[in-house]
């Protein structure tokens, strides 16, 4: 394999090396060889297993990436001992071949260089919530989302690290990731089931870095390597998918980021129900790095600057595990976002959310979802009637308490973006906050009618999540009943024909916003 390695060398303008591959840029494509390991977790020691897996790979991720991965190619060696890329004689090894894409474009790259943003998250985010939605979920799948699978996958990360863990952490500090991660199964059991019943467990991607995603100017999201080794590892709930993405942004020094992926994930999925145990998948995603950094730090055939980069990045990851169960960084609230229609609530809610680190919980694409309608699609039944119903209506509201209350067992502030056009509504909310033992702000936004009025007429011609429009504009503020009883310390009023920056400065002293 030595031969192998160097012969691919000689023709390759760039070789990395992981624990399980080595990868060669030639020109404008790359090739993946298997490494012969076998570490217990996976298993490439045979020409057959690395074939397999190389197969795998490509028909796996084709899903995220269809104009990447270009199939198999055969590693031979001819008389004289020389190897190349399908040239001719014996057959020693398979690569998997791929679409060279531009270092610039991915996004541990882009984010070292500063052009990782909200938007860029946002569009990683929302590419992973489309992709699970189109992922294989059955019996199958659900099994690996039940407490014994996790279990064990757990306990088998412990095992593993034995040996290594000790030279990066204290024995209290390794004791304690152990003990508080198999706590949470413990006493998480009854949430997992639910997850796996309601079919939150898929066939996902396993292994989603930074490193893996690459965002074009064009606006296309491509995500490379998933897990095609051990389908235990790939099957899992979609928490632990997305919570692999906010653990590495977080390891990066970008928590802000980490909760924008999160809150835009469960906003387009309507998944709000993973908050209470991020933290814990987060945790377990951290420890899964940690293990393999430190199992390259002491691979002998790695070269030193790789095994001591390792080392570094080893210890990193397992305090980042050690950190995840130790909340928050700003503390639980409730901010309820009212207003009539039109008056910019919602897009208010998406910026507040992104400089709270909280996830908006938006009325209308809970409606929607709880009618099984996509969140762009219009649901227009006559003035508040059929999906409007006042009793349905009531069942809506209901469910975003319920899911608020899920993102606030996390330790997180929550937005409700609502109408809130009647007392009891605001009532409801804050009742919301009393029961969870939190603050309470209920933000108003008001703007002239006239603005209004052309922000519908606006919308009507573009694809909106707001059934909002023009035609019950007039009913609308004739049913609002004016806010009188909440007292000014909770009732803020924000004029949203201002500039949205503005806005949020306003609202700085009475809120808590990142930095």
Not at 4 to 23: C, F, G, K, N, Y
Not at 253 to 268: K, S
Request: hydrophobic share 45%.
């Amino acid at each position: 394999m030595s031969e192998l390695r160097s012969d691919l060398a000689e023709r390759a303008d760039r070789v990395w090396q992981t624990h399980i591959s080595w990868v060669f840029g030639i020109g404008d494509e790359v090739f993946k060889v298997k490494r012969p390991v076998e570490l217990g977790f996976l298993d490439f020691s045979t020409l057959a297993r690395r074939r397999a897996a190389c197969e795998a790979e490509v028909a796996l991720n084709t899903r995220l990436a269809p104009d990447v991965y270009r199939g198999l190619a055969p590693i031979t060696r001819d008389a004289a001992g020389r190897h190349a890329i399908e040239g001719e004689g014996e057959v020693v090894d398979f690569a998997v071949r791929m679409r060279r894409l531009s270092d610039e474009s991915r996004a541990d790259v882009r984010l070292a260089g500063g052009r990782l943003g909200l938007e860029e998250v946002d569009r990683m985010a929302c590419r992973v919530a489309a992709f699970h939605a189109a992922c294989r979920v059955d019996t199958g799948t659900a099994a690996f989302g039940r407490p014994d699978a996790i279990r064990r996958n757990v306990r088998e990360n412990f095992e593993q690290a034995r040996g290594r863990i000790e030279a990066l952490l204290s024995p209290a500090e390794a004791l304690e990731i152990e003990r508080t991660q198999l706590a949470f199964l413990d006493a998480h059991e009854a949430a997992l089931h639910a997850r796996a019943d309601r079919g939150r467990v898929r066939d996902g991607h396993g292994d989603l870095r930074l490193e893996h995603f690459y965002l074009e100017d064009d606006g296309a999201v491509r995500v490379l390597d998933c897990i095609e080794f051990n389908e235990r590892f790939r099957y899992g709930d979609v928490c632990a998918d997305v919570a692999f993405l906010s653990m590495d942004l977080a390891w990066h020094g970008r928590v802000d980021l980490a909760e924008r992926a999160l809150a835009t994930y469960a906003r387009e999925s309507s998944d709000y129900d993973l908050y209470p145990l991020v933290d814990f998948y987060e945790s377990y995603r951290a420890y899964v790095r940690g293990k393999i950094a430190a199992m390259l730090a002491t691979d002998e055939q790695a070269p030193a600057p790789v095994r001591e980069r390792a080392k570094e990045e080893a210890r990193r990851y397992f305090l980042l595990a050690l950190a995840a169960e130790r909340r928050p960084l700003l503390g639980p609230m409730v901010v309820a976002i009212g207003g009539p229609i039109a008056s910019g609530k919602s897009t208010l809610a998406d910026r507040l959310g992104a400089a709270m680190g909280a996830p908006a919980i938006n009325t209308d694409r809970i409606r929607k979802h709880m009618l099984g309608a996509r969140a762009t699609d219009r649901l227009y039944d006559g003035s508040w009637a059929g999906a409007y119903d006042p009793e349905f209506t009531e069942a809506v509201y209901a469910e975003v308490d319920r899911l608020a209350h899920a993102v606030l067992a996390s330790g997180r502030p929550v937005i409700l973006d609502a109408s809130f056009r009647s007392r009891a509504m605001r009532e409801g909310a804050r009742r919301l906050a009393e029961r969870a033992g939190v603050d309470f702000r209920f933000v108003e936004c008001r703007v002239d009618p006239r603005i209004a009025k052309a922000r519908l007429r606006v919308r009507d011609m573009q694809t909106s999540v707001s059934d909002g429009r023009l035609e019950i504009f007039d009913e609308f503020l004739r049913r609002w009943e004016p806010v009188e009883e909440l007292g000014a310390d909770v009732h803020l009023i924000v004029d949203t024909s201002r500039e949205l920056d503005d806005v949020v400065e306003q609202l700085r002293g009475e809120l808590p916003l990142w930095p």
